[in-house]
């Protein structure tokens, strides 16, 4: 006879080895996914400016380094420099590079888009179409004037790489007609890289586990229907 | 003290509950797998389907092999409740898995329980990328998590039997009414009739900011479960910055502030019963800090030379502290302009709102405006009697669905768990002070976001955190959304297991 102790720490353990073990297995089939041919952006970009984000990090009131413009000429900037010293950048006209996405939310006389400068923009796609993750997205919000607006083909969404695009204008820390918000406000727009369809074939090792796991459910259900019109409630709990 | 073992029956109670839940998360993937057919993305498709498959092959699996008509106790409401968020985030995790977004499972069951508890941190990589119907799933678990796991089982697939203990134990104190699940059906209720309100007027401002069509539908709804459950997570990754509109952020507001209300003070509005807005407790303790917190943020803001027009102060400080009193963690600017742009004082006003949260038996975290107010008439009770002749009585009422006398036990239960909040806040913000990268405030801001299931955010959470702190904020998230009761019982139920006599 086992001793109920062991008994009851069988119990308690089996479903959690049981849910690790289906975990597991889920996980290795989320490593199957193809691992499709990365696409290239085949594009010479601005060397991004040389500006250290960890000498703005402490300038909590900005005002330290306003007489110190960053040296934005020839160069691009990203969002995360822009996030690290807005008030460095502030005001300064700038050049800035990366994937228009989601939608183009138009107002008069022009449109406000996101512009995404992370790698899945500039270097490596979007997910799911490879498994080169590289974190979260960055990006800034652009506003375009109507006949920059006008210019865009496509936008980043699920299954699109959205328009690269170069923008050159005016970074605004406090935009006021954005409720405060930081915003590039654009004066200069050309499309680097059209839009295209990025590939998300059907991952197979994935339809065939979608296809076990209905097979369990239904025989699990099937069982559990059978058995409860013919069996009461566990005797011991009676 | 003895401690008594449970037996193979409290663990077969205990898994065939729990086997309940995980069919209720079933039904919970089997939504966006419907979207996922209709828009043909086969492969978000077929990873809710595997997750939904799982979930009802353990639930019929524990219903097959587990059912039991013995009556469910407290202690075993309290191990359920406990172990629903870590078994049911598990399996929620799945599909995020699968869907290629998330790094490892760590990331995933980080996402799951971010959703479930209704915090809004994210991990998701390349979220402007994501499938509709993965991001409506996401958005979802906000749904799930916000009207309670729990609670969704009690109304879809209602037991009866021991549901208060399971009700009560998922750290809602209000039964608003008799029957417990007539209780979370209203609350479903209320939370459908706002679904419809709340929609409309969001697509209706997203219409006016540009955004019409069928996307705009989609952005409603899924920002409506997020404001309404106090979630926090947004289509995209610019959170509600992404719509630069004055109107969709007081639309937002309002449905934040009405998430943040309890569902015991829904009904006695619903019931017409106005006066109970002057009188509760609740009310008057979330305006006093609203109000208290609101005047710094702004004070800051103004002081740190950011913003300087009456439009920007509102849109952002208003906003973003009130985004973090109720809970919600929606964002009007990149979480790292707060640390870097912000100043001092507005921060830190922004943190205490995370760390108060809004009100009980409501999806907002943190301490809870009741527990703030019980605390502060406490010691003010004290001062009182400090101040009377000897031989006096002291009396202190308070108003919260009906007159009570504030009892020592009451006050005394309340300052507890706020300490322990307190003490959470620290800890989490410890174990991230270990790594030295990044500083005491930003480690503090992160910790107190996590635990208080806020979902703001200064750059720490990032699927490359270490991942040690990962599961802290995990357990943080997990401990701050069943205010500690639950969690502890589940640890004491595990040392009877091993240690108890029977």
Known sequence: MIPLRRRLLRLGLLPVLLVAAVLSAVATVAELAPVRQTPSLDLALPPVVDLDPA??????????????????????????????????????????????????????????????????????????????????????????????AAQLTGLGRPGTWGDIVEVTGVLHRTDPADGGGLTLRAEQLTIRQHAR???????????????????AASSAWTIRRHTSRRRPAHPDTK | MAVFRPGADDLRLIGYQLG?????????????????VVLGEWNAATALVVGAGICVTFGQLSEWRLRTSKP????????????????????????????????????????????????????????DHLSYSMNLYRHLTHFAGGQG????????????????????????????????????????????????????ALYG????????????????????????????????????????????????????????????????????????????LEVRSLLV??????????????????????????????????????????AVNAGGLIVSDWGVLAPAAIVLAMGLGGMAGSTAGGVKALRVGITAKAIAHDIRRILLPDGAVAVTTYHAGHKRILRDQVARSATTVLLLYVATYLAG???????????????????????????????IVDPSMPRLLQVTYILQMWVGRLEFVAAFALVGYLVAVVRGRR
């Open chain 2, 149 to 200: 796991i729990v609670i969704v089982v009690l109304a879809v697939l209602a037991s009866g039997s021991g549901a208060g203990m399971l009700y009560v134990a998922e750290g809602r104190e209000d039964r608003i009414l008799p029957n417990i699940v007539r209780t979370a059906r209203f609350i479903f209720m209320v939370a459908a009739v706002y679904l419809v309100v709340g929609t409309i």
């Open chain 2, 289 to 330: 800090t609203a109000t208290v917190l609101g005047t710094l943020t702004l004070f800051g803001l103004a002081r740190s030379g950011v913003q300087s027009s009456a439009a920007g102060l509102y849109r952002k400080g208003i906003f973003t502290l009130l985004s973090a009193h109720t809970g919600t963690g929606f």
């Open chain 1, 197 to 215: 369809h990025v590939d998300d074939s059907l991952h197979l090792p994935q339809l065939l586990l979608a296809a076990i796991s209905v097979l």
């Open chain 1, 55 to 148: 000498g703005c990090q402490r300038d909590h009131d900005g005002t330290g380094l306003l007489d110190r413009p960053a040296p934005t000429s020839g160069h691009r900037i990203t969002s995360e420099l822009v996030v690290a010293c807005p008030a460095r950048l502030d005001g300064r006209g700038v050049t800035y590079v990366g994937e228009a996405v989601g939608d183009l939310l138009d107002r008069e006389g022009g449109a406000w888009v996101l512009v995404n400068d992370d790698d899945y923009a500039l270097e490596v796609g979007p997910l799911p179409g490879h498994r080169d993750r590289r974190g979260t997205n960055t990006g800034l919000a652009v506003w375009l004037p109507d006949p920059l």
């Open chain 2, 20 to 36: 309940k839940v995980a069919t209720g998360l079933s039904l919970l993937m089997a939504v966006p797998a419907v979207v996922a």
């Open chain 2, 429 to 459: 913000a410890l174990v991230a002070l270990l790594y030295g990268r990044w500083e005491a405030s930003e480690a503090l801001f992160e910790s107190v976001s996590a635990a208080a299931n806020v979902g703001l955010s200064v750059g």
């Open chain 2, 72 to 127: 469910l106790t407290w202690s075993h409401g309290t191990v359920v409740v406990a172990l629903a968020w870590l078994v049911g985030s598990a399996l929620a995790a799945i599909p995020f898995l699968l869907s290629g977004h998330t790094g490892n499972l760590l990331d995933a069951w980080f996402e799951a329980m971010s959703g479930l508890t209704t915090s809004g941190l994210s991990v998701i990589q390349d979220l």
């Open chain 2, 205 to 280: 401002t997203l219409h006016l900011a540009g955004l019409g069509g069928w996307r705009g539908l989609w952005h409603a709804v899924n920002l409506f479960v997020a404001a309404f459950d106090t979630g926090g997570f947004t289509p995209t990754s610019q959170s509600i910055g992404y719509y630069h509109s004055a109107t969709v952020e007081v639309v937002l507001l309002v449905l934040m502030v009405a998430g943040t209300m309890s569902f015991a003070l829904h009904y006695h509005l619903w019931a017409g019963r106005f006066r109970e807005l002057t009188r509760n």
